[in-house]
């Protein structure tokens, strides 16, 4: 059974930090790319991040580049989500996502709330 288990979120005053981390088991983790979503209350889940099997190719969203870097540990079979100058507009719960193409399956974590507030 695919789980993907998210951890790291919680309450930072804007321009802080926080380190989000997703923690695979049953999948060989290794073979496949990793997402990271978010949904603010009222909007639709948007694509935050992405990156491929190797770690080495990586993919943001306009909003939060320059901000966020992705990355993974193959080995610890994480990935990673580093936000830095976080801003109210960050405010989301932040969801971790791999899908397998041969069996059309997509698998999501239960998701970690981000609130980014004074």
């Known amino acids: 059974q695919v789980q993907l288990v998210e951890s790291g979120g919680g309450l930072v005053q804007p321009g802080g930090s926080l380190r989000l981390s997703c923690v695979a088991s049953?999948?060989?983790?290794?073979?496949?790319?990793v997402y990271w979503y978010r949904q603010a209350p009222g909007k639709e889940r948007e694509l935050v991040a992405g990156?491929?099997?190797?770690?080495?190719?990586?993919n943001y969203a306009d909003s939060v580049k320059g901000r966020f870097t992705i990355s993974r540990d193959n080995g610890k079979k994480t990935v990673y989500l580093q936000m830095n100058s976080l801003q109210p507009e960050d405010t989301a719960v932040y969801y971790c996502n791999t899908r397998i193409p041969a069996t059309n399956s997509n698998y999501w974590g239960q998701g970690t709330q981000v609130t980014v507030s004074s």
């Open positions: 049953g999948i060989t983790f290794s073979i496949y790319a």
């Open positions: 990156v491929n099997r190797a770690g080495g190719s990586t």
